[in-house]
């Protein structure tokens, strides 16, 4: 297991720090799967490809951009990930972890994490999106595991992984401007596969509400940090056996760009109340 290198990190948000010049963001929003158009929402907007990161890789996924943006948002100095690092590429849950850590570096003391996910609750009609309450590792990796990186809690606390305040504040913005929110557990698997309907059936007898392939190594390490949490599902179809329809990325695209707007909504609600 290689062991997670603070040096990188510690380079890697030099790197960053020295293209945002005298922003420092308090807030850091992570962008899952066709939920981009946050990205294009900030104002003032510096833009850091990736590839000009120390120890940042080139994104794989489709529809993930591969860019840092700085900027502010409702008035709120933030960094919006665009693209984020899958343990399903093959990158090491450390990999994966990294822009949580150079952004609890930089000062954020906020990650707003989101990603597009499977609906297991019967109830749920895709598009829509979710407050996740809580969240099932069935990746069976962890970005803390070896020697503890600096600035890491070696047994960090996760009994609110998703902070309490900020949901009743998600939930306060979503009720006065009419915007549907259902709330959750996530179950966060390796993929890249989509799941079978047995294994549906078994996150189900589990607890979880929704399923999807990213955010669980981004939350822990933020916890080890400190950081408090907010995540938002977009649901965007009906998870494996539970319908008739064949599951494809394309739909889960298509599906996150029909909600990103509200999930846009959301967001810029949370801020205005930070
Ligand atoms: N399963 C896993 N990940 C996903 C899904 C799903 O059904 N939809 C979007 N991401």
New binding site residues.
Partial sequence: MAAVDSELIRRAADAVAERLGSLRPRVAIILG?GLGAVADAVQSAIRIPQSAIPGFPEPGAPGHKGELVGGTLEGVPVVVQSGRFHLYEGHAPDVAALPTRVFARLGVTTLVVT????GIRLTFRPPTLMLIADHINLMFKNPLVGPVAEGDERFPDMSDPYDPALRRLARDVARTERIPLEEGVYAG?L?PS??TPAEIRMLQRLGADA???STVPEVIAARARGVRCLGFSSI??V??GLSAQK?SHLE?LEAGKQISGQLEQLIRGVLQRL
């Fill in positions: 799967s990603n597009a996910a499977g698997l993929g989509f799941e399923v999807g392939m965007t179809n998870a494996a599951l889960v």
